[in-house]
């Protein structure tokens, strides 16, 4: 038996997710969708330019109703210093998009109670 070191490309970090009203009730084409939470993208990469920001429309689902969700991978190699700093950052943005959001569509399209 000898002792190798396997090396892989694998990211490690911590991914935040955010569920936001389902867009396709709403009657949304995934492009519309994308321009609602483009804003959001923009924001959230000013804060923290070397975070990986990832959307999925429908992706989420509780008690059978499904939600679109916002994923923020924070790598561990960029953001160990200042992990909460930036995600209390980033929080404030998506919850203001998913604010809007229901505003738009109302309370009642993101029921995950």
Same mark, same amino acid.
């Given at each position: 038996?000898?002792?190798?070191?396997?090396?892989?490309?694998?990211? =490690?970090?911590?991914?935040? /997710?955010?569920? /936001?009203?389902?867009? =396709?009730? /709403?009657?949304?084409?995934?492009?519309?969708?994308?321009?609602?939470?483009? %804003?959001?993208?923009?924001?959230? *990469?000013? *804060?923290?330019?070397?975070?990986?920001?990832?959307?999925?429309? %429908?992706?989420? $689902?509780?008690?059978?109703?499904?939600?679109?969700?916002?994923?923020? +991978?924070?790598?561990?190699?960029?953001?160990?210093?200042?992990?909460?700093?930036?995600?209390?950052?980033? %929080?404030?943005?998506? +919850?203001?998009? =998913?604010?809007?959001?229901?505003?738009?569509?109302?309370? $009642?399209? +993101?029921? /995950?109670?």
């Amino acid at each position: 038996m000898q002792i190798q070191e396997k090396k892989e490309n694998k990211k =490690r970090g911590v991914m935040a /997710l955010y569920a /936001l009203p389902d867009t =396709r009730k /709403l009657g949304l084409t995934e492009a519309q969708a994308y321009a609602v939470v483009w %804003d959001t993208f923009q924001k959230i *990469q000013k *804060q923290a330019p070397r975070v990986e920001v990832y959307y999925g429309q %429908d992706t989420g $689902e509780k008690r059978q109703k499904g939600f679109d969700e916002i994923g923020v +991978l924070l790598p561990i190699h960029g953001f160990e210093k200042r992990m909460l700093h930036h995600l209390d950052e980033i %929080d404030g943005i998506v +919850l203001s998009c =998913r604010e809007k959001m229901m505003k738009k569509a109302g309370a $009642e399209s +993101l029921d /995950l109670e």
